[in-house]
């Protein structure tokens, strides 16, 4: 059972341009959602997290907004660079549980110059 | 420290053998965890630790998988008799007591081939 949906597979977008991808989770007890970045070769790193008691947060060109009643957040990242190109990972954690992270598939990102 | 750090960074094994991962966490992290990443697929939880103890090993850790990790420091991840289907990449991370809420910091993985 996935538990997180993430979309699209796959995202093209010029240089300056808004990126935005979904995540959809499905159990009401997760509290915490983040987002990692990941480039080829390297392990995910986190980029920015919200809980549900807020709607939105913002860090630079980074926002991720949240949802609660539709169970849904995304990612938006504004003016988006060449150097912004990688595969993003939306996640749930809590419930519970304030150790495990339950991923999305990911998003291939590619900015074009 | 320069982060979690993950040893080897590629095996290519035969079908059967065994291998064993290493694992060097951040060095004021007590909390560990592996997770197997698979081509186009989103890390998956494998199993966690809380200094030496393992609190949690997810179902997808078969009886050929092991963890440990002795003394609450670095940690290894063996596989017995390896299987086509253990062809992923393997991750690590470490975090602070309070866990995941304030994110993990992953190692840059180990990729399994299984020939």
């Known amino acids: 059972q996935q538990q997180v949906k993430q979309s699209p597979q796959s995202l093209i977008v010029q240089k300056g341009g808004i990126s935005i991808i979904n995540c959809a989770y499905e159990n009401t007890a997760f509290d915490y959602f983040p987002w990692y970045q990941q480039f080829p070769g390297k392990g995910p790193a986190l980029l920015i997290a919200?809980?549900?008691?807020?709607s939105e947060k913002k860090e630079g060109r980074f926002t991720i907004s949240f949802n609660k009643s539709a169970k849904q957040f995304s990612l938006h990242i504004m003016d988006s660079q060449p150097g912004d190109s990688a595969t993003y990972f939306c996640?749930?954690?809590?419930?519970?549980?304030?150790?495990?992270?339950?991923f999305g598939k990911g998003t291939l990102l590619t900015v074009n110059p | 420290d320069t982060g979690v750090s993950q040893n080897p960074r590629h095996k290519i094994t035969k079908r059967g053998q065994n291998v064993t991962f290493r694992c060097d966490p951040i060095s004021e992290h007590n909390r560990l965890y592996w997770y197997r990443q698979t081509l186009g697929q989103g890390p998956e939880f494998l199993t966690y630790?809380?200094?030496?103890?393992?609190?949690?090993k997810s179902r997808l850790l078969s009886d050929r998988f092991s963890a440990e990790r002795p003394k609450g420091s670095f940690s290894t991840l063996e596989i017995q008799r390896t299987e086509q289907g253990d062809s992923a990449m393997y991750l690590c991370?470490?975090?602070?007591?309070?866990?995941?809420?304030?994110?993990?910091?992953f190692g840059s993985g180990t990729r399994l081939t299984v020939v």
């Open positions: 630790f809380q200094n030496e103890a393992q609190l949690e």
């Open positions: 919200i809980r549900p008691d807020v």
């Open positions: 991370a470490s975090s602070l007591p309070q866990g995941a809420r304030y994110g993990y910091t």
């Open positions: 996640a749930a954690g809590g419930g519970g549980s304030n150790y495990k992270l339950t």
